[in-house]
């Protein structure tokens, strides 16, 4: 699948639900990566992780029986050779969502039919039944060895992120989004690791801000031209910008820092 070039929610060719969309669920529309992905991917100085797209199509389950719903299916080599193209390690999830508790469900390690299924299942089970929003496509997407200090939840990595939230072509504010209480960690001395952590995102804002700012500008006339836009750095020292979200659907964070 070519890298989509929808701009409007009447192109959205989306996969699940089979009916047309409530007002509410239209209102999700920019929030989905086909929408926001590809200019993203066009800013010089806005490091995005290596990104494909695999088609997704309309399926019944256990259809005209009580038990019928609707999900997606998709085709497996197509999917296989997305996955060549990015490498292994791989990381998968819909054009709509993704879930730092499932990451590691989505990670594919290898180019068996077994793991290539385990993984996008997964990623459409996650959208389907507990983000239950639309979605269109399976977006693959190069898996990012990020800076952390500590894990979560059985070994998902806090990672060294910021998130910006913007306004028209401003900068507003920032935050490091991860809330102490609301994370199981892994470990007895993880406060000290938490703080180390959230120290270092908060020595780097002025480094990423250029960065957040040239998204700013790009997307002031998208959508609403309000934004969450979420930064994470590698154990090599680069940026990603690996999210965004309108900022009304965003999660709000629990310490904002204002930057103007």
């Not at 969309?21 to 086909?34: A, I, N, Q, V, Y």
């Not at 990104?51 to 296989?80: C, F, Q």
């Not at 070994?155 to 209480?181: H, L, Q």
Request: hydrophobic share 30%; proline share 5%; glycine share 4%.
């Amino acid at each position: 699948m070519d890298q989509p070039t929808t701009r409007t929610i009447d192109e959205w060719d989306y996969a699940v639900p089979d009916r047309k969309l409530t007002d509410s669920e239209k209102k999700r529309f920019s929030g989905t990566m086909e929408y926001w992905y590809p200019p993203l991917s066009k800013i010089s100085n806005v490091k995005t992780p290596q990104t494909e797209w695999v088609n997704l199509k309309t399926v019944k389950i256990e259809p005209g029986t009580i038990h019928e719903m609707t999900s997606a299916t998709y085709d497996m080599e197509e999917l296989r050779e997305a996955v060549k193209r990015i490498g292994l390690p791989a990381f998968i999830r819909t054009d709509m969502t993704s879930s730092i508790k499932e990451s590691d469900t989505m990670k594919i390690e290898s180019l068996s039919q077994t793991e290539l299924q385990k993984c996008a299942g997964q990623a459409i089970k996650y959208n389907r039944n507990w983000a239950e929003v639309p979605f269109s496509s399976l977006v693959v997407r190069e898996w990012l060895d990020i800076e952390h200090y500590f894990t979560v939840w059985g070994g998902k990595k806090v990672g060294v992120e910021i998130r910006f939230f913007t306004s028209g072509s401003t900068v507003e504010s920032w935050c490091f989004d991860w809330n102490p209480e609301e994370i199981r960690p892994d470990t007895n001395n993880w406060k000290e690791d938490y703080q180390k952590t959230k120290d270092i995102a908060k020595e780097n804002v002025e480094e990423v801000l250029p960065k957040a700012q040239a998204v700013a500008n790009k997307f002031k006339d998208y959508g609403t031209g309000s934004w969450s836009v979420d930064f994470v750095r590698t154990t090599n020292g680069e940026w990603y910008c690996t999210d965004m979200a309108p900022r009304k659907q965003s999660q709000v964070c629990h310490e904002p820092f204002t930057l103007v």
